[in-house]
């Protein structure tokens, strides 16, 4: 063996046969190389030698453009297993990341595999600082943002999550409610405009049947029946969860 020309030298019996081979090798593990750098991607030695075997090579995604395959296929499930508020609120954030990517990276997108927990640590100050977003609203979006990274995870895309050490910060907040007594009064107040009075009246019907906003908007006459109990009761669909909501009207 030569092996600063790396070759097979004679009096070796199949020196030329195995020269041969050697130099077809070469030949397709360069084309297969120069395949890989026309397609402008990043790719590996690992890669090569895939492409060399003809084994397919895994497509390697950027961050925005896997939100936006996960958003697509969301999109679908508006009506069968989520609301159409569910899938905004996820559009709302890929916003979020992609108004952050073109700020901090100056670029219209970053690799999946880049992702480390600085990331998520400099998309934090971000909104804090640049957005003026509250810190309950950031933890929530990082909940949300961290939904299709673990699917790219399960998928294969990514080897490990990236911000398996990342923890949300906890934020007090102090619910302030109204007593027995404050409630009466307030429905005992007779407001001037028609507008607010019926916004009060909107608001003391949350207080006595529990009936979330978004239900409350969509409220019609074919949402109260008759119960087993000969009474009237509410019974809607809760739009974030699709589960039966029945409550008593008193």
Request: aromatic share 14%; with cysteine.
């Amino acid at each position: 063996w030569n092996s600063k020309q790396q070759l097979v030298k004679p009096p070796e019996p199949d020196s030329d046969y195995i020269n041969n081979q050697l130099s077809l090798i070469k030949t397709k593990i360069n084309k297969a190389f120069l395949m890989l750098q026309v397609k402008d991607e990043s790719f590996t030695v690992i890669d090569v030698f895939k492409s060399f075997r003809g084994e397919k090579i895994a497509k390697e995604y950027n961050t925005i453009e896997y939100f936006e395959l996960f958003l697509n296929k969301l999109k679908k499930l508006i009506g069968i297993d989520i609301g159409k508020a569910t899938w905004m609120k996820f559009e709302y954030v890929k916003r979020h990341v992609q108004s952050f990517i073109k700020w901090q990276y100056k670029s219209k997108d970053y690799p999946l595999k880049d992702l480390k927990l600085q990331f998520l640590s400099d998309f934090e100050f971000y909104l804090k600082t640049e957005k003026q977003i509250g810190q309950i609203t950031i933890n929530k979006i990082i909940q949300r943002l961290r939904k299709p990274i673990k699917i790219a995870i399960a998928e294969g895309f990514l080897d490990r999550d990236p911000f398996m050490l990342y923890k949300s910060k906890t934020v007090r907040t102090q619910v302030v409610f109204l007593s027995p007594e404050e409630l009466q009064q307030f429905e005992d107040y007779e407001f001037s405009q028609p507008r607010l009075r019926f916004i009060k009246d909107l608001f003391v019907f949350c207080c006595y049947t529990g009936l979330p906003y978004n239900e409350l908007m969509n409220l019609e006459q074919k949402h109260i029946i008759k119960g087993f109990d000969g009474n009237l009761w509410i019974q809607i669909k809760r739009e974030k969860t699709s589960k039966e909501l029945s409550i008593p009207i008193l």
